[in-house]
């Protein structure tokens, strides 16, 4: 591997390992409010919000960090009263119980209306229009949860990429060619000082488990978990505490606690996911500092090579791709090869493959702790030399197949399940 690739593979990683406060489509809502209301330059009147079904779906059900409410609204209301687009996905750090209690009344005058974007192809879209007595903006994010697209004050046009190649594509095109057999050299052959930042996913993702098993978020899954290490059926293990860490983690997340996590590829739960199991058996088994940032590279540039061809956004819940990632990483602390560590792609994808997203909310926690169980299970497996084989079901005997597989499932096959989940979610009651 050239010094130019590798340089390009670690700033991939930066640009797609960022913290977030938040479920971070609502957030990503947040940010391009906060980018139209500062293009007005005044108070919203009016904000009219048109979304992807994915962002909408994604939204309808999640915690709004520091708020106590769930959904779209008051996430449209604090961007534009407190929301500041230099914080990216933080974009709502600033939000205070007054600005909450402001945000509430906002909504209660009708100030805001939201409504699915119709005829568009991009999974991951939001317009914003800000309007007041006599002036308005517009702001679009597309392609990726901090991607602005558009921006414009009045009649004049500030940014428009619109018409160009998108920038999601452009990023693919600058973004290096990876495979899963890169990847892992990468991985162990990376100089140790230049991918130490890798650790800052293991302080964050780590600190907010540890925040939630003091209060209770969600359905407190992690919680549960944890109070049951005695227990006869879980026991208190290095597989309940992989449990018990990382669905703590995503049930703070969804029930909106004001507790940053370090996201993969624009989701908290996929680097939530893709961390704290390879933490916890690091730790657990008395691994160096330097085996942890190798094993935790690897699971993140795992999830973040297979993203590249699923998307932003899909009918496939992202914990699929996490916690392959994780397996991966786990596989080789427990002293596999590159043949295990691809063993365990392989006995992943035969698993977990279509397990729907139906939005983020509290039970993400389920599907999570679901993931990473199968994540220690697929290792298992690996480091016992087998495998599913090609004869079965969809895995190829090219591991990186399999992963197109997986991908094109994800992405394509699936896309009237999304419009399916959707129908269901936004009909229930009626």
């Not at 709004?64 to 687009?85: R, W």
Request: with cysteine; net charge negative.
């Amino acid at each position: 591997m050239t010094e130019s690739e590798r340089r390009q593979i670690i700033e991939l990683i930066k640009k797609e390992v960022i913290p977030a406060i938040g479920c971070t489509e609502p957030i990503a809502v947040a940010l391009c409010v906060a980018k139209a209301a500062e293009t007005l330059g005044a108070k919203p009147e009016k904000i009219e919000v048109l979304l992807s079904a994915n962002i909408l779906k994604n939204a309808m059900g999640v915690g709004i960090p520091g708020t106590g409410m769930v959904g779209l609204p008051i996430a449209v209301a604090l961007g534009a009263l407190i929301g500041k687009s230099d914080y990216q996905l933080e974009v709502l750090r600033d939000c205070t119980p007054e600005a909450v209690e402001q945000g509430k009344q906002f909504i209660a005058e009708k100030r805001i209306c939201i409504s699915l974007k119709e005829d568009i192809t991009e999974k991951l879209y939001i317009e914003v229009i800000c309007k007041t007595e006599d002036k308005t903006a517009k702001a679009i994010i597309a392609g990726g949860h901090t991607t602005f697209i558009y921006i414009a004050k009045n009649e004049q046009t500030l940014l428009d990429k619109q018409q160009t190649v998108s920038e999601e594509e452009e990023e693919e095109e600058a973004s290096p060619e990876l495979n899963l057999r890169k990847v892992y050299d990468f991985a162990l052959t990376a100089p140790l000082d230049e991918i130490r930042f890798i650790l800052d996913t293991a302080r964050l993702n780590k600190a907010a488990a540890e925040q939630a098993f003091k209060g209770n978020y969600g359905h407190s899954l992690g919680k549960m978990l944890r109070g049951t290490y005695e227990h006869k059926v879980m026991g208190n293990s290095v597989f309940s505490h992989i449990l018990s860490y990382t669905s703590a983690a995503c049930d703070a997340r969804m029930a909106g606690a004001m507790i940053p996590v370090m996201s993969n590829s624009g989701s908290g739960n996929q680097g939530i996911s893709a961390t704290l199991p390879v933490v916890v058996f690091a730790e657990e088994n008395g691994k160096s500092e330097e085996e942890l940032i190798r094993a935790l590279m690897l699971s993140h540039l795992t999830v973040i090579y297979i993203k590249q061809s699923l998307g932003r956004l899909s009918a496939l819940c992202g914990c699929v791709v996490a916690a392959t990632g994780s397996s991966c990483g786990i596989t080789w602390l427990m002293g596999g090869n590159y043949n295990q560590v691809a063993f365990a792609v392989q006995n992943m994808i035969a698993n977990l493959t279509g397990m729907i997203c139906d939005g983020a909310k509290p039970s993400c926690a389920l599907k999570v702790t679901t993931g990473v169980s199968t994540a220690v299970l697929s290792a298992m497996m690996a480091m016992e030399d087998r495998c599913v084989t090609s004869v079965e079901g969809i895995i190829d005997e090219d591991v990186d197949q399999s992963i197109r597989n997986l991908t094109r499932i994800g992405s394509q096959a699936m896309n009237e399940t999304d419009k399916m989940v959707l129908d269901i979610m936004t009909h229930k009651g009626c």
